[in-house]
């Protein structure tokens, strides 16, 4: 809806109404038509200023009815009425433009923003391009190099920013839509001729084909498959070549396209699936929204070595003092040393002050008695974290909640060590942690709905994107990576290469292959968790361990020295540079493996390995969401896309599943597993099957099946 009134007796005032963001609903646009043609009528008023209710100018198009049939008018027509009114048209911009929001503003003859507003044209992150007229108005306005950089990132840019690209033409401190009324009373009678931004020339630079080659060679690389960025590119290209009109046609062939791609599709799930996250609830019946998080101002991290650095520098670039610890003086000194650069850096590259001086450090527990929350980041040890959460029961307040970065063990025998279980959870960053997404809250039998509340929120604090998981071995990630990667190690010993495996993963989006993630990780690292599970055999190569197939092929590397990029070779060499190439001694010691076990080599295409690798890992998602241990769909995929480096145009492993079809997943796993009986992870779940069953329903219908399913279990 639009509310239309006068003020000042000569300005008519258009207030945009739609919460919480005034987005661009049928409703609204329907409601602008009709007051601009009121106010534009009305002969008592002679300029017109268009605002938003609550401080919010608008959010852009409504997502909401992405996906349903197009009612009401349409944008570009409105927007083009608004640009050819013969009184002074005014956006007052308080809160946010965004997408067809600032496609609006630019529509008008001027732009007021508040100088905390911020202004951009995100639709890129959701599958789109500014297909309002944003395409060709923008770069009218900035210049094309900025528009490219703002259209195919979709970064949102400060009043003040926006003012330097001329986005906006005036800012205030104080009451925006006053101050937009004021000087829409100031411009009446001036000619608007130049004002029409549509009517202007787009500014060129002499290279301009140099510009366009750079910038598609640019979201080409990152992009590792969209095609929202491309298709921006072409439609800024239009915006350079042609006359206006024929760059809008251009603009509007461009979404068509991608309006229908899967991919945008995807990336608008994933937009959703985030916000469902954030009301996290529990699938067991019980619900953890509607509990209080408790407030955290004093916090500690315990070990500081990759995560526990990360997880200060985190904690203290979000404005918590944190009292840091390290057991010996040496290590603490390093430590210290390390943090204090990564807080220098952050602090350069954002222009802030840096937080240096929120940490303290010490070497003794005792310097916890009073902080309110403590993760501790200690080796993966589980004699060692016992003993720590029973001395942190002994020494921190009451009420100190208790957090741990363990990747796997066991959150309830820690929680059990505590006086108060309760008050325990696991906080499972990624590395580098303060740099990366995800945080996997993870909570125990018995951690309380306040505890996990508190976590939840503490990681939006820090700016992550917190999913609520429950306890098991590998969490949701790590579990569901299991799979994946030993799918590729069965697949090395069936014939094909780390280079084939890794291709076709990069091909579908993934930045990198498992071979390439698992050199960059360190070999030695999952060699040591498949120790702790017993797994490892050192001298033999024996292919069952604990009663099942299994690939010693990563031990038999650990035992080489070759623990990836870190020791110059692992599943690829590495020359004192990070490019991965292809090395003969492993192709040799391939040949000798399967000489020894007698295994036959076949001709794998990608299709196998790309259903191998990704089935499996899907499959084990369903069977986490049929455990429980996530609460829906959305959880592993927001997890996949935050903290795995899963294609987020591909919406996350369990939309991908839907959009391939289920059935296909679960008539290819059994393909697979009858091809490979002692292969583990081919056999699909039976909630997998319950949702064939129940006619494959889309992703936002599984949760109903996946309740009933858990009730039958
Ligand atoms: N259409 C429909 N609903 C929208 C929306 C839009 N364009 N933008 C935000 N919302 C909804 C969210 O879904 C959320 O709803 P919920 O409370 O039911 O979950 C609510 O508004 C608040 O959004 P949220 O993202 O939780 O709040 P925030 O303050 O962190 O961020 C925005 C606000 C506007 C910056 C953010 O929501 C955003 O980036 N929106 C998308 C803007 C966009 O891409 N517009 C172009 C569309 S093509
Ligand atoms: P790390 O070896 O780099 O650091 C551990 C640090 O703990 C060392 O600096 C060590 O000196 C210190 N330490 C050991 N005992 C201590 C004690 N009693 N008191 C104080 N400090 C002590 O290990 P990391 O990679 O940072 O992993 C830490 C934890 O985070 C582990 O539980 C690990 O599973 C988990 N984790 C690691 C990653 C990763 O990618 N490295 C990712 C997620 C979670």
Redesign the pocket.
């Given at each position: 809806m639009a509310r239309y009134s006068r003020v000042s007796d000569t300005v008519g005032l258009i207030t945009l109404q739609n919460p919480?963001?005034n987005?661009l609903s049928a409703a609204v646009r329907q409601g602008i038509v009709d007051t601009v043609k009121t106010a534009l009528d009305d002969v008592e008023v002679n300029s017109v200023v268009i605002c938003g209710q609550n401080g919010v100018f608008c959010?852009?198009?409504?997502?909401?009815e992405f996906g349903t049939p197009m009612t009401g008018p349409p944008l570009v027509p409105m927007i083009h009425a608004i640009e050819a009114a013969n009184k002074p048209v005014v956006a007052a911009i308080e809160g946010?433009a965004?997408?067809?929001g600032l496609e609006l503003a630019l529509g008008c003859h001027y732009r007021i923003a508040h100088s905390k507003a911020k202004v951009g044209l995100?639709?890129v992150?959701?599958g789109?391009l500014p297909a309002a007229g944003g395409s060709q108005r923008l770069p009218r306005l900035t210049g094309l190099p900025a528009a490219l950089d703002l259209i195919t990132t979709g970064r949102h840019v400060t009043a003040v920013e926006a003012l330097k690209l001329s986005i906006v033409d005036h800012l205030t401190d104080h009451n925006t839509v006053d101050a937009a009324v004021k000087f829409a009373k100031s411009v009446a009678e001036q000619s608007l001729d130049a004002r029409r931004i549509s009517t202007r020339p787009c500014p060129c630079p002499p290279d301009l084909d140099a510009l366009f080659e750079a910038a598609m060679q640019k979201v080409r690389q990152s992009a590792r498959g969209a095609i929202a960025p491309v298709a921006c590119v072409q439609a800024l290209q239009a915006a350079a070549t042609l006359p206006y009109a024929r760059g809008m046609e251009r603009e509007k062939e461009l979404m068509a396209t991608l309006f229908t791609s899967g991919q945008a599709r995807a990336l608008q799930y994933s937009?959703?699936a985030q916000?469902a996250v954030a009301r996290w609830s529990i699938p067991s019946g019980a619900r953890w929204d509607g509990s209080k998080p408790r407030p955290v101002l004093k916090t500690a991290v315990i070990g500081l070595g990759t995560m526990g650095r990360g997880i200060t520098v985190s904690l203290a670039q979000a404005g918590l003092s944190v009292v840091a610890v390290e057991a010996q003086e040496k290590p603490l000194r390093e430590a210290k040393q390390a943090i204090s650069g990564m807080l220098q850096r952050g602090a350069q590259r954002r222009g802030v002050a840096s937080a240096l001086d929120r940490i303290t450090y010490s070497q003794k527990l005792q310097a916890l008695a009073d902080v309110d929350l403590v993760i501790e980041a200690v080796f993966e040890d589980l004699e060692l974290k016992k003993q720590l959460f029973q001395q942190l029961s002994a020494v921190c307040k009451p009420g100190a909640f208790l957090c741990t970065n363990t990747s796997t063990l066991d959150i309830d025998v820690l929680a059990s060590q505590s006086r108060h279980p309760e008050l325990v959870v696991g906080m499972h960053f990624f590395a580098p942690a303060h740099v990366m997404k995800l945080l996997e809250v993870v909570y125990g039998s018995r951690s309380s709905l306040e505890t996990v509340a508190t976590a939840m929120n503490l990681g939006k604090k820090l700016g992550k994107v917190s999913v609520a998981v429950g306890n098991c071995r590998g969490f949701v990630g790590n579990r569901m990576l299991k799979p994946y990667m030993e799918q590729g190690l069965f697949l090395l010993e069936e014939g094909a290469t780390p280079q084939l495996v890794d291709s076709v993963l990069e091909e579908f989006g993934f930045a990198m292959g498992l071979f390439r993630m698992s050199d960059l990780s360190g070999i030695d690292v999952g060699w040591r968790v498949r120790k702790a599970e017993g797994l490892v055999q050192p001298g033999t190569s024996t292919r069952v361990r604990n009663g099942r197939r299994y690939s010693p092929l990563g031990d038999l590397l650990y035992e080489q020295g070759r623990f990836g990029q870190k020791t110059g070779c692992g599943w690829y060499r590495y020359d004192n540079s990070r490019e991965a190439r292809p090395d003969s001694w492993l192709y040799s010691f391939l040949e000798e493996y399967r000489a020894r076990h007698h295994l036959a080599v076949r001709r794998i295409d990608g299709q196998e390995v790309l259903e191998r690798c990704l089935y499996t890992l899907i499959n084990e998602g369903f069977r986490i969401l049929e455990e429980g241990i996530a609460a829906g769909p959305e959880d592993v995929d927001v997890i996949y896309v935050f903290g795995y480096g899963w294609p987020k145009h591909r919406g996350g492993p369990m939309f991908y599943a839907s959009m391939v079809g289920l059935t296909k997943i679960l008539e290819r796993l059994e393909h697979y597993q009858q091809a490979h009986p002692d292969v583990p992870y081919l056999q699909p779940c039976v909630l997998l099957r319950r949702l064939v069953d129940s006619g494959s329903p889309p992703v936002h219908k599984w949760r109903e099946i996946i309740q009933k399913t858990c009730s039958h279990l």
């Open positions: 919480p963001v987005a959010g852009g198009a409504d997502i909401r946010i965004l997408g067809g995100p639709e992150t959701l789109l937009f959703f916000r």
